[in-house]
């Protein structure tokens, strides 16, 4: 069965300091990569996407980066936290089962507190 | 890209009742999803029904769609105290790249 990993699970970081998080994916080959943020009480909002192998899809302009340097493997930076970057981040996988027809799957998310 | 708003956004009931929460979307659509999230944790994937079914079941849960009013419902029947959580919807058009859009979901509360 296929399973996600993200880690860490919470993380406490100052403005201005650097920001790296990691999600892998297991028991899949060639998935879709998604990286989600969620503030308190709302929605998720799309950060980014990838379809493959460093291809990557940006949806919102802001300080933070993704890179995928292996199929299943998905990495979410940034140079210099700002306050507006705490949330809830989730990586996402999608899988194909049928023609046209993709089933999407979370981690377990990450918390970042940017103090 | 597409995206689902949730209908109510706030949900209280007694355990023992139904639920019901509605998701409208705006164009047309390949298949439509819906998630659950417990406080602090990740997305847990429900059901998804395409857009050639109307009705699909799972356990305690039915999906309906109606593409003519691009609108779907989920509904929890018996509910528990376990079910309290927030309820997403994410829908994708045809073709192209998954690139599912969420709205803020409704949070259902199931008091014991």
């Known amino acids: 069965s296929q399973t996600i990993h993200q880690w860490p699970a919470t993380l406490v970081q100052p403005v201005g300091s650097p920001l790296s998080l990691e999600c892998t994916v297991e028991g899949t080959s060639n998935p879709n990569l998604y990286w989600y943020r969620q503030a308190a009480g709302r929605g998720l909002q799309l950060l980014f996407y990838s379809v493959g192998i460093g291809q990557i899809s940006s949806e919102v302009p802001q300080n933070l980066s993704a890179s995928r340097p292996q199929d299943r493997q998905f990495i979410l930076s940034s140079k210099k936290l700002l306050l507006s970057d705490s949330g809830f981040y989730l990586c996402a996988w999608s899988v194909l089962i049928g023609t046209g027809y993709r089933e999407q799957y979370f981690g377990p998310g990450t918390r970042l507190t940017v103090t | 890209s597409q995206q689902g708003e949730e209908d109510p956004q706030a949900l209280s009931i007694q355990e023992g009742e139904n639920a019901t929460m509605n998701c409208s979307y705006k164009t047309s659509i390949n298949n439509l999803q819906w998630y659950r999230q417990n406080s602090g944790r990740g997305l847990v994937h429900l059901i998804l029904?395409?857009?050639?079914?109307r009705e699909k079941h799972s356990g305690r849960l039915r999906v309906t769609l109606d593409t003519s009013k691009k609108s779907s419902s989920l509904l929890i029947t018996a509910s528990r105290a376990a079910d309290t959580a927030s309820y997403f919807c994410a829908t994708d058009g045809p073709g192209g790249s998954y690139i599912p859009t969420f709205g803020r979901g409704t949070s259902l509360i199931v008091h014991p």
């Open positions: 029904i395409r857009s050639n079914e």
